[in-house]
């Protein structure tokens, strides 16, 4: 019996469909790990079961400002790439959460930047 029952605990486990890690926890890893777009992708099925979750949508916001950020961070995509990027992603955040600070603060030091290059005719 006892054979048996870890056997079929063994394949449950095994099973791809049957996780025992919550999604909110896989996004907060992917989060640690950078990435970002992951855990966004996550965070977003979950908040479209659960809209009316106040700590899902703090979830989703707290996630698409923190990709803004690694976004903003990335030396690999030049500026006129990477900020309207970060720009949608902290847009999205303030949607949610209009008290994001961080959010705001990132999107109006974007929209600063993308009026100097465009008064300074920068590409």
């Known amino acids: ?17 049957c996780s025992l890690v919550d999604p909110t926890t896989q996004a907060q890893a992917f989060s ?9 992708k996550i965070l977003e099925k979950e ?6 979750s106040v700590p899902m949508k703090s979830l989703l916001a707290q996630a698409y400002s ?12 030049p500026p006129r790439v990477k900020y309207p990027l970060a720009k949608e992603q902290f847009a ?22 993308q009026a100097s290059f465009a008064a300074n005719k920068i590409d």
């Open 92 to 113: 999205m955040a303030l949607v949610l959460n209009p008290y994001l600070k961080d959010a705001k603060d990132m999107y109006e030091m974007i929209e600063k930047i």
């Open 32 to 40: 640690r790990q950078g990435k970002f777009e992951e855990a966004v």
């Open 47 to 52: 908040y479209n079961k659960q809209s009316d």
């Open 66 to 77: 923190d990709y803004g950020l690694a976004l903003c961070q990335d030396q690999n995509k």
């Open 1 to 17: 019996m006892k054979k048996s029952l870890l056997i079929f605990t063994a394949l449950i486990l095994l099973n791809t469909s």
